[in-house]
């Protein structure tokens, strides 16, 4: 998973979060369940989008856009490249990959 911060790079949102699942079912299954808890925090005007075929789902909540792939997906589209974010982490860096873009 990578968190990509937005705040002063783009109006579109804060932040961007990409994930990856294993298969199409996992994929639609993590999109599902991520609208179920935004809509009991009370988050409202969620918009999603690809839930049909969970190869790529987006979901807008405002100031958080998550986009879930399946891997082979997420490689060919490669949004962290294109915000500039380095995959590579340092020597001795583990987990989550959290970057400016």
């Known amino acids: 998973m990578v968190v990509i911060d937005l705040a002063e790079k783009s109006s579109i949102a ?10 199409q079912r996992q994929v639609g299954a993590m999109a599902e369940h991520l609208r179920e808890k ?3 925090a009370g988050v409202h005007g969620v918009a999603v989008e690809g839930l049909e075929r969970s190869d790529w789902v987006l979901i807008d909540s405002g100031d958080v856009i998550v986009h879930l ?11 962290e490249k294109m915000w500039g974010v380095d995959l590579h982490p340092a020597e001795g860096e ?3 990959t959290v970057g400016s873009a």
């Open 69 to 79: 792939f399946r891997p082979e997906v997420r490689e060919f589209y490669n949004l």
């Open 38 to 40: 935004l809509k009991a």
């Open 14 to 23: 804060d932040f961007m979060v990409i994930a990856s699942g294993r298969s």
């Open 94 to 96: 583990a987990g989550v």
